[in-house]
């Protein structure tokens, strides 16, 4: 018993400090938003070594009473599960222009981070990254100052 928890924490301690090996770029859309306020983000994503990644977006989104502009600007570790599989998080910053029920609009800013799974279809020789993530931010500035998230399903293209 004492040779097959040795041998399972070893294994699994292995497998969670696996790094996944990240596309020198991608360049595509992430689509996605809070429930209330959605829209869609041009996202550009640079690697730095073969583990880690910047993630740049800029992001538009709305609904009838509100209308916001932002990029976001994210460092991602990634751990690789298995093949293309991989997960990741890291923290971020984002600074936008945001505009509530026809008031003259806010300057924001906020940190917070992303965390999220995703395949790259590099493994079987696709250049696609598709990705679904989480990314809870505390607002710091405006009338809706505070924690806030979104969710979002990002296509990119790698090269």
């Known amino acids: 018993m004492k040779k097959f928890l040795l ?3 070893l294994a699994f301690g292995l497998g969670y400090f696996a790094q996944a090996q990240v596309s020198p770029h991608a ?3 992430r689509f996605g938003g809070d429930g209330n306020i959605n829209g869609a983000e041009l996202s550009f994503q640079s690697a730095v070594g073969s583990n880690n990644r910047f ?4 992001g538009f989104g709305g609904n009838s009473k509100h209308n916001r502009l932002y990029l ?3 460092y991602h570790w990634n751990f690789n599960i298995v093949g293309g599989l991989n997960w990741y998080l890291g923290p971020g910053a984002s600074v936008g222009f945001y505009t509530y029920d026809h008031d003259p609009g806010y300057l924001n800013l906020a940190l917070g981070g992303q965390i999220g799974i995703e395949y790259n279809f590099n493994a079987i020789g696709a250049p696609i990254l598709l990705s679904l993530d989480a990314r809870p931010m505390w607002d710091f500035l405006g009338d809706h100052a505070g924690l ?3 969710a979002a399903l990002g296509l990119r293209y790698t090269w």
């Open 7 to 9: 041998i399972s924490l």
């Open 27 to 29: 360049f595509g859309l």
């Open 55 to 58: 993630e740049f977006d800029l």
């Open 72 to 74: 976001v600007g994210i």
């Open 148 to 150: 806030g998230w979104g």
